[in-house]
C-alpha cells in the first residue's frame, strides 16, 4: 500500500474556512490509519466528510464543489490531484505521501519509493534504498551494532542483504560494485 504521514494539525486548522469538507480515499488512508483517526480528523477540521472508493480509479465524485470554502483530501499525492482534477477546484491535502510499504507486527515499514529503477535483483530481494537508512548501495556503513542500524530502531537493511546473500551463496554479487543511479 501506499504509506502516507499526517500533516500538523494545527496548521491545517489555519487553513480551514467557514464550510468544510473533508474527502478521503476509502483504500490506502484506511490501512494507514484508524477510522476513528480519520474521524477525529475530520471533526478537528470542523468538516463535513464523504469517504470514496480508490481515488485512482477516477471515481465519479457527486460534490458541489462551489458549496464548501475549502476541500481537504485525505489520499496519496495522487488521489488528492484526482480529486482537484475531477471538482476543477483547489485543493488542500491532509496527508504527506511517504513510499510504499507493507505492515508487520502492526507497525508500518517502507519498502519502496518507485524509484524507477529496481536493483533487487542485485541486492537478494531487499531493498538497499528503502531498508538501508541512507540508501547506501555499496554495503553497510560504520554505524551498525548487533544488526542494528545507527539511526533509528530498525534492522540494518545492510546486514539482512548479507545474511540472505550467504544462505543463497552469493557472496560475489556482495562484493559487487553498484553504480550510483539517477533516481527518476
Ligand atoms: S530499488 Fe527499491 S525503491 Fe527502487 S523500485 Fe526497487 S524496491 Fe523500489
Ligand atoms: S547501519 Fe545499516 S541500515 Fe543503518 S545506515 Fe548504516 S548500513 Fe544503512
Redesign the pocket.
Known amino acids: 500500500m501506499i504509506t502516507l504521514k499526517l500533516k500538523n494539525i494545527e496548521d491545517l486548522k489555519t487553513k480551514t474556512g467557514k464550510k468544510n469538507l473533508l474527502i478521503a480515499c476509502g483504500l490506502c488512508p484506511y490501512w494507514n490509519f484508524s477510522k476513528e483517526d480519520i474521524d477525529k480528523l475530520g471533526e478537528s477540521l470542523n468538516s463535513g466528510f464523504m469517504k470514496l472508493p480508490m481515488l485512482c480509479n477516477y471515481p465519479e465524485i457527486k460534490v458541489d464543489s462551489d458549496e464548501y470554502d475549502r476541500i481537504f483530501v485525505l489520499a496519496c499525492g495522487a488521489g488528492s490531484q484526482v480529486v482537484s482534477d475531477v471538482l476543477d477546484k483547489e485543493i488542500i491535502p491532509v496527508a504527506d505521501t511517504t513510499g510504499?510499504g507493507v505492515k508487520s507486527d502492526g507497525k508500518i515499514r517502507n519498502?519502496?519509493?518507485?524509484?524507477?529503477?529496481?536493483?533487487?535483483d542485485e541486492?537478494s530481494g531487499i531493498?538497499?534504498?528503502?531498508r538501508c537508512s541512507k540508501s547506501l548501495l555499496n554495503g553497510p556503513c560504520g554505524g551498525v551494532q548487533d544488526g542494528k542500524c545507527e539511526v533509528g530502531d530498525i534492522d540494518c537493511g545492510w546486514i539482512q542483504i548479507g545474511e540472505r546473500m550467504t544462505k543463497s551463496g552469493g557472496k560475489d554479487l556482495f562484493m559487487s560494485v553498484r553504480r550510483p543511479r539517477l533516481?527518476k
Open positions: 510504499i519498502y519502496c519509493s518507485a524509484c524507477g529503477d529496481c536493483i533487487i541486492t531493498c538497499p534504498i528503502m533516481i
